[in-house]
């Protein structure tokens, strides 16, 4: 993997198909194929199946997407700065009743 901030094509496509949502998307898809199939849909319910499980997987992917948006892009792992001194990070902000 490179320092670059936007994956390759490759790698969206290794980390697709790692995601959960994708394949619940594909076994609903096959499902729909699978009843429709069988004969115990029609092919209106069969499509309608399929657009169901597309917006889910969309909804599910947007929601990802705007939570990763919201994450702080400061490093807070091994390599991070400490807090400065004299700051009362982690102390919490209640004020002490006396």
Do not use: C
């Not at 697709?16 to 499902?31: A, E, N, Q, Y």
Request: net charge negative; hydrophobic share 45%; aromatic share 6%.
């Amino acid at each position: 993997m490179t320092d670059d901030p936007i994956p390759s094509t490759l790698e969206k496509f290794q980390l697709m198909l790692k995601s959960r949502k994708f394949w619940v998307l594909i076994v609903s898809v096959l499902t729909a194929v699978g009843l429709h199939a069988s004969g115990q849909i029609d092919g209106w319910q069969m499509a309608m199946m399929i657009i169901a499980a597309l917006a889910v997987y969309s909804t599910g992917i947007a929601l990802v997407d705007a939570g990763a948006a919201s994450k702080p892009t400061t490093p807070a792992g091994p390599g991070a700065l400490p807090p400065a001194s004299g700051s009362n990070q982690g102390e919490g902000d209640a004020i002490p009743i006396r």
